[in-house]
């Protein structure tokens, strides 16, 4: 991003706005003006009094201009603080929606606890370079030019001096300016990195406090933070230096005015009344050069959010169309993988190498193999979270690529490996894939998983709260939930991730009834850690290190396969 295209792109932010920008600023530069006639209508008092004419008009003027200008100055900052507030809820709804909306495979990349810093400390400084930056920058810009006006008005001579100053305070910092913005980019870095930290420690919240991993935990947020001080205090060491400059640069133009000035009156060259003007407006100056100068380093800052916004905003979206959720009873789909080959990244190894097999609509299919043979990868492939490399992959006849993500998604439930359940409440989590199930709907699919006892149990029914991520549920009930959940979408073939956590007798006696009556209705493709789930299967695919061995079902396979044989016998519950 340079020159141009980086003030374009923060222009875009502005334009939802200009028009309460525009009023804004114009009560800002009412404001100023109003400030700007303080001094002549100072004069004028001074005249009055040297001439002993009737002070009483310049002292209305002047009041009258305090006034007004203090009035008008508020309105305007309001209206500024106000249209910050805007840019940046709509930086935050445009930045959510994206991250919502990205590839699975670029989030695998990302960090969340960065995400989440870029959407709220990001765009919080995105506001200051907007309003403040931008706005405040032209009404100082203003402010500059009109002292500079009177001042040419007052004394051509002196001008010219306080002219050299601020030329040279500008080259300086000027000069600053790009080191502000390269510190600022990476103490958001390092907020975002601290966020990370921070995010890895709370997501294994337990496992953190069972490894005794406190301290270590605490040291390295510690020194993220002390990374983002650090970064900070460079930005604020920069600003600093910027801020000396000025203020130096305004007290030698000070002195040497007052010098020269002094003997240009001396000489009567010039009256009082119009160095002490002079010199007013020459303090006049300050302000306005003060915020040109803030207003360049909010510029870098903004600059190194917007950087940070725009890296997330670049990344492709998916093009997913809201389906709703099909009425009535549906059509269970089939599904073929034909010689699928497929690897997460062009730098990692080959998972599946020439995957093919065949599952008819309805009815239970189990996928079987050793753990990292590739079998929740058919599932991540079938919801498209990643896009296979070579061969076919079809659903209902149909290759997965040519039909409408929306669609293709809204045909099937899925049930993830871990963590199925979100925070919120019961009903919250059933509803969450199909919002306008009706409550026959729900009770049915409770009723279907085994879950109403446990409705009925709890307190508060549908309504309590499940914990982060389900915590407050047990494991087999955080699959029934998951699995009611998927079931509530109607979904032509459902896919369940089975948690490689044994589950008790009663839990997996629950579990088997609801896969056989489900698998009557639709076509069910498990991966299966349990003996009881892959007898009951009308199929079984064994796959092993990226492709499958054989198909069949639980007495073909016993007598056939090795490695079945050997899984059946040591790592299924054996009956
Ligand atoms: N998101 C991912 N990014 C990169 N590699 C992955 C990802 N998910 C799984 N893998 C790798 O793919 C292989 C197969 O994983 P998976 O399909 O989960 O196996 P299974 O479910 O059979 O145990 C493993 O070697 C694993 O390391
Ligand atoms: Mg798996």
Not at 145 to 174: H, K, N, Q, R
Not at 338 to 351: A, C, M, N, Q, S
Not at 424 to 440: H, K, S, Y
């Amino acid at each position: 991003m340079k020159g141009v295209a980086v003030i374009k792109e923060l222009l875009a932010y502005v334009r939802p706005h200009r028009k309460i920008l525009i009023v804004g600023g114009l009560l800002g530069l009412i404001g100023s003006a109003a400030g700007l006639a303080m001094p002549l209508l100072a004069k004028y008092v001074v005249d009055a009094f040297g001439e002993n004419t009737s002070m009483a008009g310049p002292l209305l003027g002047l009041t009258v201009a305090v006034l007004v200008g203090a009035v008008v100055s508020a309105g305007g900052s309001y209206l500024m603080e106000r249209t910050g507030e805007g840019i940046v809820l709509g930086a935050r709804r445009g930045l959510v929606d994206r991250m919502l909306r990205l590839k699975v495979a670029d989030v695998d990349r990302l960090k969340p606890g960065d995400l989440m810093s870029r959407v709220t400390s990001d765009t919080t400084l995105l506001r200051a370079v907007l309003t403040n930056g931008i706005v405040e920058s032209v009404s100082a810009a203003f402010m500059l030019v009109g002292a500079i006006v009177m001042m040419a008005a007052m004394d051509g001579v002196l001008l010219l001096i306080t002219l050299l100053v601020v030329v040279v305070i500008g080259a300086l910092v000027a000069l600053i300016m790009p080191k502000i913005r390269r510190a600022q980019t990476h103490a958001q870095e390092a907020v975002g990195e601290m966020g990370a930290v921070l995010d890895r420690a709370l997501q294994a919240y337990r496992t953190v406090k069972a490894s005794g991993a406190e301290e270590r935990e605490i040291a390295e947020v510690g020194e993220a933070a002390v990374r983002a001080r650090d970064r900070g205090l460079q930005v604020a060491g920069w600003t600093s230096l910027a801020g000396v400059a000025t203020w130096m640069a305004v007290q030698i133009a000070f002195l040497c005015v007052l010098g020269v000035g002094g003997s240009r009156v001396a000489s009567g060259a010039l009256e009082v009344s119009s160095l002490i003007a002079f010199l007013l407006y020459l303090f006049y100056l300050v302000p306005p050069i003060g915020q040109l100068v803030q207003g360049g380093v909010q510029l870098q800052q903004g600059l190194a959010a917007l950087k940070r916004i725009r890296e997330i905003e670049e990344l492709p979206a998916e093009p997913t169309e809201p389906v709703r959720v099909a009425q009535g009873s549906v059509e269970p789909v089939g599904v073929t993988f034909e010689d699928v080959v497929f690897r997460y990244g062009d730098d990692r190894p080959i998972v599946h190498d020439g995957v093919t097999f065949e599952v008819p609509p309805g009815g239970l299919t189990a996928l079987v193999g050793p753990s990292g043979a590739g079998k929740s990868t058919v599932f991540a492939l079938l919801e498209r979270f990643y896009d296979h490399q070579g061969g076919t992959i079809r659903i209902g006849g149909r290759d997965i690529r040519d039909w409408p993500l929306g669609e293709l998604r809204a045909a099937l439930g899925y049930v993830e490996q871990d963590a199925p359940v979100l925070a919120g409440t019961l009903r919250e989590n059933l509803l969450f894939a199909a919002m306008d199930a009706t409550d026959e709907e729900l009770r049915r699919a409770l009723a279907r998983t085994r879950l109403d006892d446990l409705v009925a149990r709890l307190p508060e029914g549908l309504e309590t709260a499940v914990g982060h991520r389900g915590v407050l549920l047990s494991g087999g009930e955080r699959q029934r939930v998951a699995i009611a959940r998927a079931l509530l979408r109607k979904p032509r073939l459902l896919l369940l991730d089975e948690a490689t956590s044994q589950l008790d007798a009663v839990n997996e006696l629950r579990l088997r009834e609801v896969i056989a009556e489900v698998a009557a209705e639709t076509t069910v493709l498990v991966i299966a850690h349990r003996l009881s789930t892959v007898t009951n299967a009308d199929r079984i695919v064994v796959m092993e290190s990226g492709g499958v061995r054989a198909v069949g079902t639980h007495d073909e396979l016993v007598g056939l396969d090795d490695l079945y044989r050997e899984l059946a016998a040591t790592q299924f519950l054996v009956s």
